[in-house]
Structures are given as structure tokens and as C-alpha cells.
């Protein structure tokens, strides 16, 4: 299957935007969107989101009903000059596990989170705060297939969204 | 109710409308609210090829900073109705606080309600505390450090 080649401004967005507008819809259909940072991974076409078990309604909504939307609107601290706006919408999992290791999870870790919010690395400075902060740490992890891209070009909803539909078995390349 | 969310709201300049479109998805764009304190709905505009339809919507807005702390942010719940011929509202039915890590006394708050919630997510599963892998994330930590240098 032919893979789909993103436009460089929206990779650049995947890759730079601290986070995303993550929505998922609620037992009464209500759907709520609550600032996430999400990793691409663009050799598996998805991607990749945590959240801790304190903070697990999203999961459980995601069990209910797989339908999630990304949208990447906020370009604090990209360092990027007048990115799109980006909507992904996909089909999304969340497996009812507690993920405790870093294992296979390494440069989400790192790069998404350590390198992006220092303070971060306070939680497990000494032992009391690994003590207070375990919870932070006690994560389900959420995959994010997409099946539709929309960008506004330079953020502006005023106009017409761009748009690159995904089948199933296609992959996102950048 | 309404009052609260007009303070709420007025600390951020756009807002994010979520709803469900016609395919089951959630669909979210960015726009500036205008609020309506006589009728008490908020305004919204949609891009111009964006097909929404009435139902259960939301409004959020947050805040980071440059080192993605001093975070704020809310959610107002409602339903989206149709005004006139080309226009939106948002019917308001909730406002829910977002997570809020600016001061002591809020980062404490949030600390206490994480840990009871999480406790009760493993007693509610009849499941003991897991053990985190503090060697692995201080590893990666280290690694995070030096790719700053």
C-alpha cells in the first residue's frame, strides 16, 4: 500500500507542538477535549499518548467509543514562525494495563516529556517525592491511529482546512 | 453558574469548540468566543467548510509555558445550537476546572485528590500498588539533561 506523505509543515507540527487539544466522548456523548503532548511515530503511522491512572477518564471514554481528535493549535515554546493548525481525527486504544516501565517507551520519556517539562524530573528527585509522585508515573498508554488530517494554513480558521484522508492499512510518512 | 465561567473564560483570548460530527468524531477548531450575558450562551464561529450539527459540545482553553508549566486551563460543557442561518452557540451546562499547577497551595490540592483517585482506581480493581521504575526514568532523565548541554 502506497504510503501517504505528510506536507513538511504539519511533520513540523507533529514534532514540535507541546501539545494537543486531545478529545475523547463521554458516556453521554459529550465530547471534551483536555490538553495532552502526544509523540508521533511516523513509522507506525500513530500516535503515542500516556496518561496517568489519576487522570484515567479518558481511557475509560476511549473503552466506550475509539472515536479521538488531535488538534495541534498551540505553538507555545515549537519555536515554529506561523505553523497550521492541524486537526487529526482516528480511531484510538487504550489497553486496561498500568504501565510502570520505561521500557518501549524511551524517547516518549525523554524527548516528549523530560526534555520538554524539567520539572518534571523533580517527582522522583529524592525519596520523598518518589514517595508523593508515584501515581504520576502508574500510566495507560494510548495509540492514535489517524484517519483524517486537516490544516489550516498559519493557524487561520477563517479559511478552508486542507485535507489528507487515511485508509486503515495506509501509513503517514514524512 | 454563568458568571463564574465569564470570569473563567475572559483570562484567555480563544477557545477551543469540540463536537461530534457527522462520521462520530470528535471535530475541534480554534475560535473566539462572544459571550452573550442576556441570554447567557456563548458565540461561536466556525471555519467555513467545518459541517457541524446541534448535540452535546465543549469549549476548552489552557495555558503552558515555554517549559510547559504554570498550567491552566477549563472546560465549559453544553450543548451547540443553531442561531439564524450561519450561527453557533454554545448552551452552557458545566464548568469544569481544568489542572491548575500555579502555586503552592493548588499544586498541593492536586496532589492530595491524585493520590486518593488512584487509589481508589487499584482498590476498585482489587489491585496492590505497582512498583515504578525510578532507575529507568532517572536514567532517561540524565539523558534528557545532557541533550540540553
Redesign the interface.
Given at each position: 500500500m502506497k504510503p501517504i506523505i505528510l506536507p513538511s509543515e504539519v511533520a513540523a507540527v507533529f514534532r514540535e507542538f507541546?501539545?494537543c487539544?486531545f478529545?475523547?466522548?463521554g458516556r453521554?456523548?459529550?465530547?471534551?477535549?483536555?490538553?495532552i503532548?502526544a509523540r508521533y511515530l511516523p513509522e507506525q503511522g500513530q500516535f503515542l499518548l500516556t496518561t496517568?491512572?489519576?487522570?484515567?477518564q479518558k481511557a475509560v471514554n476511549i473503552r466506550r467509543?475509539p472515536?479521538?481528535?488531535l488538534?495541534f493549535?498551540?505553538p507555545?515554546?515549537s519555536g515554529l514562525d506561523n505553523p497550521p493548525?492541524v486537526?487529526v481525527?482516528?480511531i484510538a486504544a487504550a489497553p486496561d494495563q498500568?504501565n510502570?516501565?520505561?521500557?518501549g517507551l524511551?524517547d516518549y520519556?525523554?524527548?516528549t516529556i523530560?526534555?520538554?517539562?524539567?520539572?518534571s524530573?523533580l517527582y522522583?528527585s529524592n525519596a520523598l517525592m518518589?514517595y508523593?509522585?508515584?501515581?504520576?508515573?502508574?500510566r495507560i498508554v494510548i495509540t492514535v491511529r489517524p484517519?483524517?488530517i486537516r490544516w489550516?494554513p498559519s493557524?487561520d480558521?477563517?479559511?478552508?482546512?486542507r485535507e489528507l484522508v487515511s485508509q486503515s492499512a495506509d501509513k503517514l510518512k514524512c | 453558574m454563568w458568571n463564574e465561567i465569564t470570569r473563567t473564560m475572559a483570562q484567555y483570548d480563544t477557545a477551543?469548540l469540540?463536537?461530534?460530527?457527522a462520521?462520530?468524531?470528535?471535530?475541534?477548531?480554534?475560535?473566539v468566543p462572544q459571550m452573550d450575558g442576556t441570554r447567557q450562551v456563548i458565540r461561536v464561529?466556525?471555519?467555513?467548510?467545518?459541517v457541524a450539527q446541534p448535540?452535546?459540545?465543549?469549549l476548552?482553553s489552557?495555558y503552558?509555558?515555554?517549559?510547559?508549566?504554570n498550567?491552566r486551563?477549563y472546560?465549559v460543557?453544553g450543548e451547540l445550537e443553531k442561531e439564524g442561518e450561519e450561527g453557533w452557540v454554545l448552551r452552557p451546562r458545566r464548568l469544569?476546572p481544568?489542572l491548575d499547577s500555579g502555586g503552592m497551595l493548588a499544586q498541593f490540592k492536586m496532589?492530595v485528590?491524585?493520590?486518593r483517585?488512584?487509589q481508589q482506581?487499584?482498590d476498585k480493581r482489587g489491585?496492590s500498588?505497582?512498583?515504578?521504575?525510578?532507575a529507568?526514568?532517572?536514567k532517561?532523565?540524565a539523558?534528557?539533561?545532557k541533550?540540553?548541554l
Open positions: 507541546r501539545t487539544e478529545s475523547t466522548i453521554d456523548g459529550t465530547p471534551i477535549a483536555w490538553p503532548s496517568s491512572i489519576a487522570l484515567s467509543n472515536h479521538v481528535a488538534l493549535s498551540n507555545t515554546a493548525a486537526l481525527q482516528g498500568i510502570t516501565s520505561v521500557a524511551e520519556w525523554r524527548d523530560f526534555r520538554r517539562q524539567p520539572i524530573r522522583s518518589r508523593l509522585m508515584d501515581w504520576y508515573y502508574l484517519r483524517t489550516w493557524g480558521f477563517s479559511q478552508e482546512a | 477551543v469540540t463536537f461530534v460530527d462520521a462520530g468524531f470528535p471535530l475541534s477548531v480554534r475560535c464561529k466556525l471555519p467555513p467548510d467545518v448535540g452535546p459540545a465543549s476548552m489552557h503552558h509555558d515555554n517549559q510547559m508549566w498550567l486551563g472546560n460543557v469544569l481544568g496532589l485528590k491524585s493520590r483517585v488512584v482506581y487499584l489491585l500498588r505497582p512498583k515504578v521504575d525510578w529507568g526514568i532517572k532517561l532523565q539523558e534528557a539533561r541533550k540540553e
